[in-house]
């Protein structure tokens, strides 16, 4: 392998080999389950929106037929059904259902080739406007172009949607190139989708589908007047992974935090649950042309940056095969990283550009996401500043691809206006004055850089091999990443999780594997 | 120089100068009226000789200062009296020993990060076997029974682990806020305890980046531990005054 850290090109291909093993094995789980949410998914992507006193007509649906002990055949093959009996929308007969005036088990099953032609059809005008949105979005940027890498990314987290408009304008005024609306905090943990215009969280506003909606065309307006695409991200994670990432791609966001591991580490999502939705929510995400972002850079905040690099490493390589599995491409494949070194550390710095140094030459296509310091921020602002200076200096000489921006008041409060508008300050300005430093460096033959990267890519695969060796449920068990130790039949939303009959029907996953050229499983044996 | 005691001022570079440095952003767009509206709001602060040294235009109307000014209020120092957690602080070694001195049992103690929040980066520093900063944390006490709970435990379900655990200490953790929710779950958690009569039953300690043990005391927790305390702190509290409560010592 070329580049400036001398790796071995052999241990790469030895840890995407082991990767992809351990990554199959869970896929041919992955194959045989559906979940409630995967199901609600369908439901969205057939159209049906809304709530009934207050519960989401998804919810109403799906939880309908999991009672009747029907929903392992899949909720489209019953909702098509009455619409091929009825001729109603699917959202009429998710209304319907809702007030107890239609019951979906109870219709006859006259033709089952209209069944699935009727879903087909749905399916096929569903995933073309997935696609008009990913051209439209093409459009825009060659019309307005967009930003340099690494793209600014700035968070916003009033917990009030029309607060979030203002703060996010006036960072895209500031040069950010990607606005983050924050969820509040619990949602992650809630097994609906919030609906409707929020103006209350915590630490954070939801994700709901008119809080996307408001947030696109705030974003839209302000682009034409700055002249540049400014992306949407939110967080596809948590129990309603996948409708999440439904939504996302029905509304045009173009960033979503999609991580296989991350919810069962950080949120004790059951790992059956969020290991089988993660799997549909990157098909959408491929097709949307969404970029994801993993999760690793969390591993840090929990455990040591020195001691723990290796991890990160190995889940990168987990993650990169769980998406490539889902057809999403490298350039798609924002894989996590952060700089999370003690302060307090000698040639902390060294260690901090090796790392990211050796991910940028690991995954060379990806447009990997630099997380800020936020373990080892204190409160002091004025360090705190120049800690995200160097931050923003490693990031330039390693040629990251999006800029997590750190904020003084990191570990204090979400942050206030003008903590963007410093941030952003401090990011431009190293940038600039840095632009082309990484094409001067090279880095001293086994020197504490190199030697560095090879210690951290060694201990990488001997940890991968131990996975592949224990299965990944089994590593989960034993705490291997971020030192959390987590039970297969444990956590939240296992009573989710369904086998798949024989006759299951998703006819979006179907849809979405011959559009993304995936083979379809189970028939590859 | 002699300082006054019971007048104390902010210092530059000369005694009582009331030099102050201050940041923050207005609604208003950029411009001299800004300006003069910054120097005016702080006026109304006692701040006199102001000087707006960075202005910046955030868009959409909001402009950002930086600003210096003399302050003319003073404080009396003299009067003074801040609480404070008063029990001597002991090492690793020394807990322990104490511990079996005097409780002659282990300590049950249960950790949380409650209501929302999903940080535990301060619970976690408390509570891991690793601990932080080079002290080990609760887990690794052979006199300790710690159980770390984790992030976004519902009160009720903290006071039903604590009596399912027969806990003796409950750390509660409140790291990030809005709307000053950490104090709204902090004064449920007392409330929910005081309505079951069980409000006795436990040592109750609250930290957080927020926290101080004066507003521990206020919201009815009988200590508070602010930003990077470590665990011998803790847990040099909680086990003398457990000694006492159980009159021990």
Known sequence: MSGKLNLDHRSVEEARVIAKEIAEEVDHFISARSTVSIERTVLRLFGVDGVHDDIPLPNIVVDGLLDAGVLHRGVAFWLCNAIVQTGKTPQEVAELVAKKELSLVDLPVTSEEAVYRTGERLQDAMLDKIFSHRKLRDHYIKKLSEGRKPYLYLIVATGDIYEDVTQARSAARLGADIIAVIRSTGQSLFDFVPYGATREGYGGTYATQENFRIMRAALDEVGEEVGRYIRLCNYCSGLCMPEIAAMGAMERLDVMLNDALYGILFRDINMQRTLIDQAFSRMINSYAGIIINTGEDNYLTTADAVESAHTVLASQFINEQFALLSGLPETQMGLGHAFEMNPELEDGLLLEIAQAQMAREIFPNAPLKYMPPTKHMTGNIFLGHIQDALFNLVSIVTGQGIQLLGMMTEAMHTPHMHDRQLSIENAQYIFRNARHLQDEILFRPDGRIQRRAHTVLTKAVYLLREVKKKSLFTALEEGIFADVKRSRAGGKGLSGVIKRSVDYWNPFECGLRERLQLSIRGEEG | ?249
């Open chain 2, 1 to 249: 120089m002699t300082i006054d005691w019971s007048r104390i001022r902010p210092y530059g570079d000369t005694l009582d100068d009331g030099a102050m440095q201050l940041s923050f952003s207005l609604p208003v767009p950029y411009g001299e009226e800004a300006r003069e509206a910054a120097k005016q709001l702080v006026g109304k602060m006692g701040l006199i000789e102001s000087q707006v040294y960075h202005m910046k235009d955030l868009g959409e109307g909001y402009t950002y200062f930086i600003l210096y000014a003399n302050c003319t209020h003073s404080v009396d120092f003299s009067k003074i009296h801040v609480p404070k957690v008063e029990a001597p602080i002991m090492g690793f070694e020394e807990i322990n020993q104490y511990i079996r001195k005097h409780i002659k049992r282990k300590i049950i103690v249960l950790g949380a990060c409650t209501g929302t929040d999903a940080h535990t980066v301060g619970i976690d520093a408390i509570m891991n076997m690793k601990g932080y900063h080079g002290e080990y944390g609760l887990e690794r006490y052979p006199e300790i029974d710690a159980y770390n709970l984790g992030s976004q435990v519902d009160n009720e379900d903290l006071i039903e682990k604590a009596i399912a655990y027969r806990a003796d200490v409950l750390l509660v953790s409140q790291i990030v806020t809005q709307k000053e929710v950490h104090v709204t779950n902090l004064t449920e958690l007392v409330e929910l305890l005081e309505a079951e009569g069980m409000r006795d039953r436990f040592i109750l300690i609250c930290g957080g980046p927020r926290i101080h043990h004066e507003l521990a005391l206020e919201l009815g927790f009988d200590a508070g531990f602010g930003p990077g305390t470590l665990a011998p702190e803790v847990a040099s509290y909680f086990s003398q005054e457990l000694a006492r409560r159980k009159g021990l010592v």
